[in-house]
């Protein structure tokens, strides 16, 4: 089992920065790969980026390119995102995700293992 929780987030303006971090505990050695995705009201959980943990090699979705950065640090067990440039359409509950097993296809929900609780970002316009 791995036990994961997300902290950082909060209430920011459009353009503002915030850094959100997950904590993972348990088989952590285990850890193939890390992701965030994000869910705001009404829609699916959606990709936002994805680590292995590794070879640091990192994933994003077109929809942060150049704005979000994932990076892991393996001696304390967590990953972190930067999200510069916010927009209003970032506003969503963000949640940290991992995978005990080899994966390829990062974008899809359904094959992380283990998830989060949970943290709101909510950007004002």
């Known amino acids: 089992q791995v036990q994961l929780v997300e902290s950082g987030g909060g209430l920011v303006q459009a353009g503002d920065s915030l850094r959100l971090s997950c904590a993972a505990s348990?088989?952590?050695?285990?850890?193939?790969?890390m992701a965030w995705f994000r869910q705001a009201p009404g829609k699916e959980r959606e990709f936002v980026a994805a680590?292995?943990?590794?070879?640091?090699?990192?994933y994003d979705a077109d929809s942060v390119k150049g704005r979000f950065t994932i990076s892991r640090n393996n001696p304390k067990n967590t990953m972190s995102l930067q999200m510069n440039s916010l927009k209003p359409e970032d506003t969503a509950v963000y949640y940290c995700?991992?995978?005990?097993?080899?994966?390829?296809?990062?974008?899809?929900?359904?094959?992380?293992?283990?998830w989060g609780q949970g943290t709101q970002v909510t950007v004002s316009s």
């Open positions: 680590i292995t943990w590794s070879g640091g090699r990192p």
């Open positions: 995700a991992a995978v005990i097993r080899l994966i390829t296809r990062f974008t899809t929900s359904q094959v992380w293992e283990y």
């Open positions: 348990g088989r952590t050695n285990s850890i193939y790969a």
